[in-house]
């Protein structure tokens, strides 16, 4: 059974900066592509990061500069440095592992930016 539990998340004002970890278990971790998406009351889930197996990284406009997506395969964890927070950034931040049709959700952990 695979797990994916996320941690890090809180509150930081403006400005601030945030690291993001997403911890995996159950399964050969290195095959898989990892994600960040987040999701604000009343919105659809975004996709903020990716990190492929081979370790390119792709990000959505609105993080590009700010947030840095990394894997460490011998830990099993993705993380997201979060700098420069804004309050839009505000969310839940959930991490996804899949390969082919196999995917994986974390439960999500809080991001709350205070102006």
């Known amino acids: 059974q695979v797990q994916l539990v996320e941690s890090g998340g809180g509150l930081v004002q403006a400005g601030g900066s945030l690291r993001l970890s997403c911890a995996a278990s159950?399964?050969?971790?290195?095959?898989?592509?990892l994600a960040w998406y987040r999701q604000a009351p009343g919105k659809e889930r975004e996709l903020v990061a990716v990190v492929t197996t081979g370790g390119s990284t792709n990000y959505a406009d609105s993080v590009k500069g700010r947030f840095t997506i990394s894997r460490d395969n011998a830990k099993n964890t993705v993380y997201l440095q979060m700098n420069s927070l804004k309050p839009e950034d505000t969310a839940v931040y959930l991490c996804?592992?899949?390969?082919?049709?196999?995917?994986?959700w974390g439960q999500g952990t809080q991001v709350t930016v205070s102006s």
């Open positions: 996804q592992m899949w390969r082919g049709p196999l995917t994986y």
């Open positions: 159950g399964s050969i971790f290195s095959v898989y592509y």
